[in-house]
């Protein structure tokens, strides 16, 4: 089995920052690229940033020059740096990563639970 763990939301003020964590853990054979989507109330769920194994990276326009993706390999971990914090980055952050479970497995794609950024005054 498969788990994929966010951490690190909260409230914060505008302007500020925050570090949202994930962590995939379990029967991990190998991970191809890990990624941040968000969902603000009665909104659709939207891509943030993506990051590959080999670190090509991904950004919506909104976040860019803002926030950061990185990424543990070694410890399939993904990390998002969010700088410049808006009123609008609010929203339920959740995290990805497509991997398979064993090297004759199709990659699939696991997500989190999701972790709530509040930016408000």
């Known amino acids: 089995q498969v788990q994929v763990v966010e951490s690190g939301g909260g409230l914060v003020l505008p302007g500020g920052s925050l570090r949202l964590s994930c962590a995939a853990s379990?029967?991990?054979?190998?991970?191809?690229?890990m990624g941040w989507y968000r969902q603000a109330p009665g909104k659709q769920r939207e891509l943030v940033a993506t990051?590959?194994?080999?670190?090509?990276?991904n950004y919506v326009d909104s976040v860019k020059n803002r926030f950061t993706i990185s990424m543990e390999n070694a410890k399939n971990t993904v990390y998002l740096q969010m700088n410049s914090l808006k009123p609008e980055d609010t929203a339920v952050y959740y995290c990805?990563?497509?991997?398979?479970?064993?090297?004759?497995?199709?990659?699939?794609?696991?997500w989190g639970q999701g972790t709530q950024v509040t930016v408000s005054s």
């Open positions: 990051i590959t194994s080999s670190g090509s990276t």
């Open positions: 379990g029967s991990i054979f190998s991970i191809s690229a």
């Open positions: 990805n990563a497509d991997l398979r479970t064993a090297w004759y497995s199709k990659y699939q794609t696991y």
